[in-house]
Structure formats: C-alpha cells, structure tokens
C-alpha cells in the first residue's frame, strides 16, 4: 500500500503556478497540516519507507512524518510536480484568461504546457513510480509525498478514466492510499467532509465492508467521519 500524499499549503497555493521552481517552501498553516497529518499516519501499526518530491515544499511534508514514525526520508524525482514548462511561475488568474486553459480544464488528455510536460506523459510518470515503490516494497506500507496534479493523474488511472480529473476539489492538502490491487478504500476527513465525492461514486455497501489489511488498519487509524466513496483511493483532507 502507497500512501500518496500531498504537501502542504504554501503562500502561493490558488494563486500561483510554482511548477518545479526552487524556493517554495510551506506557509505557517502548511507547516500545521504537515504536523497534523504527521500524527494521523504515525498512529498506523507500521510505516515501512517514505519517499518525497525533490521539491522544498514536498520535503518539509514529508520530514514531521519521518520524525514521526522513525522512518527516513527518501527522494524521489518520479514524483515531482508536472513540468509547467513556460507556464511556471504565473498567476492563474492570468492563466485562466488564456485559450489554452479552455483545452486543460476540458481536454487536459490533449494538452502539453508550453516547453514543458504533456499530461500523459506526467501520468505515464507517477504511475510508473507508484508501481515500482510498491513493487520494491512488497506488502508493506510506503509513504510518497508529491504534488496535486500528479496525484490526481494517478487517481484517474486508478479509475480508469479517460478524464483527467481538474479542479481544487479532487486532492486537498492529505493522503491518499494507491491500491496494491482494487480493494475497497475509503474517503475520509479531518473535518468530517469527504474529498473528492464529486468525482468517485460510492461503491456498495458489500465492498465498503471489505477491506482487508493494509487498507482495513488504514481506515481504523486514520478514521476522521469516514465515508465510502472510491473504490481505488483513501483520502485524507488536512
């Protein structure tokens, strides 16, 4: 079991495409989701590795977690933020004023940003590294700390969908669990509203009550007002 995990809130989070650039580090409340979020994941039976994005804001995430559970710290470029290419660093709302943005927010399968990284290919990216991380660690319980739009690619492969899922309401600052094989987990959140309930559908009552271990001890340690919504992902809003 993977557990994606999505960095903290930075100055810039709504406002600025920061992309791979250096020098963006977590805001104060960031800094409070990544300790709480810390808590949370040290309360499972074991943690077995922890992997981070290079980038500063993935890394101060992922350190409280380490402290935490006792587990060092590994960097991992396949889970870096989408290359925004000659998008990085701009406002979004200047972004969104662009013909371009009608193409990412409606066919963002189609789109490549300008000299940088094509969708499909920051899919093909995570899903291939979330598949080696569990496939070096074989039954345990892996932490991968990366960046919102690679998280979502994976969920809607998870899915099988042939939509990539847009928007701020799909991965909030939390965790998200990568199935091994498709089980049944759970959506959860610290404040008792469930995250991305506009794109998953509830699976049924006989398979919300089908988890097994890792997923089981996932969702009793972790439990904040869960609900069944995906099949394929756990997520934590912090």
Not at 88 to 103: D, I, S
Not at 198 to 212: E, I, K, L, Q, V
Request: glycine share 6%; net charge positive; aromatic share 6%.
């Amino acid at each position: 079991l993977v557990l994606l995990v999505r960095h903290g809130q930075t100055p810039t989070t709504g406002k600025v495409l920061p992309g791979r650039a250096p020098g963006l580090h977590l805001a104060e409340s960031g800094v409070a989701q990544a300790n709480k979020l810390a808590e949370r994941i040290s309360a499972l039976d074991r943690i077995d590795a922890i992997y981070a994005s290079p980038l500063e804001r993935a890394r101060e995430t992922a350190a409280p977690i380490g402290r935490a559970t006792g587990t060092k710290v590994s960097i991992d470029k396949g889970l870096l933020e989408c290359d925004f290419g000659d998008w990085t660093g701009a406002e979004l709302k200047k972004l969104m004023k662009l013909p371009q943005w009608n193409t990412v927010q409606r066919s963002p399968s189609t789109f490549r940003f300008p000299n940088g990284e094509s969708f499909a290919e920051m899919q093909l990216r995570i899903v291939s590294t979330l598949d080696r991380l569990r496939a070096a660690h074989p039954g345990k319980t892996v932490v991968a700390v990366s960046h919102a739009d690679p998280i979502k690619a994976a969920l809607a492969s998870a899915r099988r969908s042939r939509r990539f899922p847009t928007g701020r309401s799909v991965v909030e600052s939390g965790v998200t669990a990568w199935p091994s094989k498709p089980e049944c987990y759970f959506t959860a959140s610290a404040h008792r509203r469930p995250v991305a309930r506009t794109h998953f559908a509830a699976p049924s009552s006989n398979a919300a009550s089908s988890g097994t271990s890792p997923a089981r001890n996932v969702r009793h340690a972790l439990d904040a007002g869960v609900a069944p919504y995906c099949p394929m992902a756990l997520a934590i809003s912090v």
